[in-house]
């Protein structure tokens, strides 16, 4: 399992602490440091459309008024930061943020 994320992100380090106290094996792919494919970024936004982008992040509102109105894909390949995070895969499934339901749904 890969979970796709920012090494600093709270949200990110609590998904992973969690998931490996249930002895789930995950990895955490800092995406700043292994930046995401193009068919990645395609893959996130084809299965989480919009959602895809954290538009209440600092990174989203420092973007420029066309970037803004731009597609996700654009917006995630300008700034990898600006994805919502974590997601976390396993080749197969795909979630995106973590909640109860989502940490229900790995464990």
């Known amino acids: 399992m ?3 994320g920012l090494s600093t992100c709270d ?14 094996e995950a ?22 459309g919009d959602r895809a982008v954290n538009k209440q992040s600092t990174t989203y509102r420092s ?15 300008a700034q990898a930061a600006v994805m919502k995070r974590p ?3 396993d080749g197969t499934t795909w979630t995106l943020g973590w909640t109860p339901e989502t940490e229900a749904r790995w464990s």
């Open 2 to 4: 890969t979970i796709l």
């Open 11 to 24: 949200t990110t380090k609590l998904a992973l602490k969690t998931l490996t106290q249930k002895g789930i």
């Open 27 to 48: 990895r955490l792919r800092d995406i700043r440091a292994e930046p995401l494919s193009d068919q990645e970024i395609d893959r996130i936004v084809m299965e989480f």
């Open 63 to 77: 973007f420029s008024a066309f970037l803004r109105e731009s597609e996700p894909e654009a917006q995630i390949k």
């Open 87 to 89: 997601v976390i895969t």
